[in-house]
């Protein structure tokens, strides 16, 4: 059943994926075109993340500055009662679980690759993504769930003692990790998810996926589960000039993973809250213990 | 006291019905994952109303996070808020903290 604002477009199949209730995803086929059609749901979207319109210039200025990303094709104002965006519908796998079982090893070095070009699209170009201080950011969002969690705020107070603050600012991804990126057996086939993108110290993109929850697992491979640190740092220095070290990741590590602690306590006060029930949502507060006792590990060691 | 069953046996009746009826006739890879997802859900719930009432180091924890933010870290900290955490974990997810033996 293809329903009618869909219908106008000349869609000859349309499917909704499952996912969030703050954003749709449909796949649909027009003129013998397949598409992927982003567009708003009926719930509040998530704080700190882009508008449709936006997350649509994000990806046209990746495309342009040369990003394996899935082709823009189309923003629509106003489509059905609401805005949306239409991309190239790309194949390939992006489980997490599934592409660290057998991760083609190529991978880290591709990603490296990408990573630098996404750092290098100019600013200007998106004057809206603002830039924000990472531990005030997470500290404010931290202070919105209303429940004293003191293992993150060692992990913040850690971290801001430590990080750099003298580097220039890029345009960075915002969620640079396995399962944002479409893998296919020749490697890196497309980036996605563009919808947290904003203005920042390059490092923080470089160790998001060295944060333990996004290694789906595969512990042993500390970059996303699919390859080691090394090459993979190694070949972004050589492409950005950028002296991000191994010391520093480490720190960027442990912020990430008060990140996403926070990250899963703000999802389940969405439950909580009423603006999306989900069992999978409410269970997310209670698996940010798992991140709190990684990141007191993190600087145990350190 | 209420009537039999209890909290912890509804639970178990709801779990066992979950395991043995929905999911195997879910042939939806999302349906079989949500299933799974409020089947653990189930699990901490009962691990929590089983557990021990929680021990007097968590009631500090406003006061500790406060000063923690303020930058004046016990120097006890990190062991200290590990226990903590363990704690937590041994509800939520007693196997996660297996990694770390």
Same mark, same amino acid.
């Given at each position: 059943?293809?329903? $009618?604002w869909?219908?106008?477009?000349?869609?000859? +199949?349309?499917?909704?994926?499952?996912?969030?209730?703050?954003?749709?995803?449909?796949?649909v086929?027009?003129?013998?075109?397949?598409?992927?059609?982003?567009?708003?749901?009926?719930?509040?979207?998530?704080?700190?993340?882009?508008?449709?319109?936006?997350?649509?210039?994000?990806?046209?200025?990746?495309?342009?500055?040369?990003?394996k990303?899935?082709?823009?094709?189309?923003?629509?104002?106003?489509?059905?009662?609401r805005?949306?965006?239409?991309? #190239?519908?790309?194949?390939?796998?992006?489980?997490?679980?599934?592409?660290?079982?057998?991760?083609?090893?190529?991978?880290p070095?591709?990603?490296?690759?990408e990573l630098?070009?996404?750092?290098?699209?100019? +600013?200007?170009?998106?004057?809206?993504?603002?830039?924000?201080?990472?531990?005030?950011?997470?500290?404010?969002?931290?202070?919105?769930?209303?429940?004293?969690?003191?293992?993150?705020?060692?992990?913040?107070?850690?971290?801001?003692? +430590?990080l750099?603050?003298?580097?220039?600012?890029?345009?960075?991804?915002?969620?640079?990790?396995?399962?944002?990126?479409?893998?296919?057996?020749?490697?890196?086939?497309h980036?996605? $998810?563009?919808?947290?993108?904003?203005?920042?110290?390059p490092? #923080? $993109?470089?160790?998001?996926?060295?944060?333990?929850?996004?290694?789906?697992?595969?512990?042993?491979?500390?970059?996303?589960?699919?390859g080691?640190?090394e090459?993979?740092?190694?070949?972004?220095?050589?492409?950005?000039g950028?002296?991000v070290?191994?010391?520093?990741?480490?720190?960027? /590590?442990?912020l990430?993973?008060?990140?996403?602690?926070?990250?899963?306590?703000?999802?389940?006060r969405?439950?909580?809250?009423?603006? $999306?029930?989900?069992?999978?949502?409410?269970?997310?507060? +209670?698996?940010a213990? /798992?991140? /709190?006792?990684?990141?007191?590990?993190?600087?145990?060691?350190? | 006291?209420? @009537?039999?069953?209890?909290?912890?046996?509804?639970?178990?009746?709801?779990?066992?019905?979950?395991? @043995?009826?929905?999911?195997?006739?879910?042939?939806?890879?999302?349906?079989?994952?949500?299933?799974?997802?409020?089947?653990?859900?189930?699990g901490?719930?009962?691990?929590?109303?089983?557990?021990?009432?929680?021990?007097?180091?968590?009631?500090?924890?406003?006061?500790?996070?406060?000063?923690?933010?303020?930058? @004046?870290?016990?120097? @006890?900290?990190?062991?200290?808020?590990?226990?903590?955490?363990?704690?937590?974990?041994r509800?939520s997810?007693?196997?996660?903290?297996?990694?770390?033996?």
């Amino acid at each position: 059943m293809i329903p $009618d604002w869909l219908a106008e477009l000349g869609a000859e +199949r349309a499917q909704l994926l499952p996912g969030g209730a703050s954003k749709e995803a449909w796949a649909v086929d027009v003129d013998g075109q397949q598409l992927l059609l982003r567009r708003a749901g009926g719930s509040v979207i998530h704080q700190g993340t882009l508008t449709l319109a936006q997350e649509f210039e994000v990806l046209r200025a990746a495309h342009a500055a040369g990003v394996k990303v899935p082709r823009p094709i189309a923003y629509y104002p106003e489509l059905g009662g609401r805005e949306a965006f239409a991309m #190239e519908r790309v194949q390939g796998e992006t489980i997490g679980r599934r592409i660290v079982r057998e991760p083609p090893p190529g991978l880290p070095v591709q990603m490296a690759e990408e990573l630098a070009k996404i750092h290098a699209i100019p +600013r200007e170009r998106l004057p809206f993504l603002v830039e924000l201080d990472p531990v005030e950011r997470m500290r404010r969002e931290l202070d919105g769930v209303d429940e004293p969690h003191p293992a993150i705020e060692l992990g913040l107070t850690w971290a801001a003692e +430590r990080l750099r603050r003298d580097r220039a600012p890029v345009v960075t991804h915002g969620d640079w990790r396995i399962g944002n990126l479409v893998v296919t057996e020749r490697g890196l086939g497309h980036v996605l $998810d563009w919808e947290f993108a904003h203005v920042a110290d390059p490092a #923080e $993109d470089v160790a998001w996926p060295l944060v333990r929850a996004w290694r789906f697992g595969a512990d042993e491979r500390r970059l996303g589960g699919v390859g080691d640190v090394e090459p993979y740092l190694e070949r972004y220095v050589e492409l950005t000039g950028a002296d991000v070290t191994l010391d520093e990741l480490y720190v960027w /590590e442990v912020l990430g993973n008060a990140k996403w602690a926070v990250g899963c306590l703000t999802q389940a006060r969405r439950h909580l809250d009423g603006l $999306d029930r989900s069992v999978e949502l409410a269970v997310l507060g +209670r698996i940010a213990a /798992e991140m /709190e006792y990684e990141l007191l590990d993190l600087i145990g060691r350190a | 006291m209420p @009537d039999r069953p209890n909290a912890l046996e509804l639970l178990e009746a709801v779990r066992e019905f979950l395991a @043995d009826e929905v999911l195997p006739r879910q042939s939806d890879q999302r349906m079989k994952f949500r299933t799974l997802v409020a089947l653990n859900a189930l699990g901490i719930a009962s691990r929590e109303l089983s557990a021990e009432p929680r021990n007097s180091l968590l009631e500090g924890d406003a006061e500790l996070a406060r000063r923690i933010r303020a930058g @004046d870290v016990p120097e @006890d900290a990190v062991p200290r808020l590990k226990e903590h955490v363990a704690a937590k974990l041994r509800i939520s997810n007693p196997a996660y903290l297996e990694k770390y033996e």
